[in-house]
Nanobody, 114 residues
């Protein structure tokens, strides 16, 4: 079954950290460019960070310097380390293919309190 399952969200105070995980199955994960996306209430889903199969990365301006995307191809897992979290980072976070999207999963809720 082809799917991406996100985990690791939670409630954290401003300035805190969280590490999200995205477990992939049914795809050749090592060949895929994968992105982390987020959707805040009342807003459109936006790309937060992505990483190519070769390891090149891109970050949204709002998270640059605070978030780090990484991958473990042996575990078919993508990570998003989030540091110095801000209340405006509150959203449901999703992972997905960068180019040809799979059906969106349930995501993982990140709530940052001020």
């Amino acid at each position: 079954q082809v799917q991406l399952v996100e985990s690791g969200g939670g409630l954290v105070q401003a300035g805190g950290s969280l590490r999200l995980s995205c477990a992939a199955s049914g795809i050749i994960f090592s060949l895929e460019r994968i992105g982390w996306y987020r959707q805040a209430p009342g807003k459109q889903r936006e790309l937060v960070a992505d990483m190519s199969s070769g390891g090149s990365t891109n970050y949204a301006y709002s998270v640059k310097g605070r978030f780090t995307i990484s991958r473990d191809n042996a575990k078919n897992t993508m990570y998003l380390q989030m540091n110095s979290l801000k209340p405006e980072d509150t959203a449901v976070y999703y992972c997905n293919r960068f180019y040809v999207k799979l059906p969106w999963g349930q995501g993982t809720q990140v709530t940052v309190s001020s």
